[in-house]
């Protein structure tokens, strides 16, 4: 998250570690200005996991509990976005 850079003009995202623009700082779509938001920052990241923690972590086991919580790891960058859109209908599909 700290590395994310979003254009202020068109609200393009990019992150400079693994979505780099071709010019640094600069959007490829609109040639806007990239700026790292406000609450990109460590002490900003970390509250956000404790609030998931808080939050949505507990409805996450209460719908693992009643047995119909699904989840699928993003874990492999060679399959394309298509790929990756493919196994989550099966698995909202049943299959």
Not at 6 to 16: E, G, M, R, V
Not at 17 to 32: R, S
Not at 56 to 74: N, Q
């Amino acid at each position: 998250m700290s590395s994310r850079r979003t254009c202020k003009s068109c609200s393009a995202i990019y992150n400079i570690l693994t979505l780099k623009p071709k010019k640094e700082g600069i959007c490829n779509i609109c040639g806007g200005e990239l700026i790292q938001r406000g609450d990109d920052n460590p002490e900003s990241i970390k509250k956000r996991f404790r609030e998931f923690e808080e939050k949505t972590k507990p409805v996450l086991e209460h719908y693992k509990e009643k047995g119909v919580l699904s989840s699928y790891f993003y874990d492999k960058l060679e399959i394309t976005p298509e790929e990756h859109v493919e196994k989550i209908l099966k698995i909202i599909r049943g299959c």
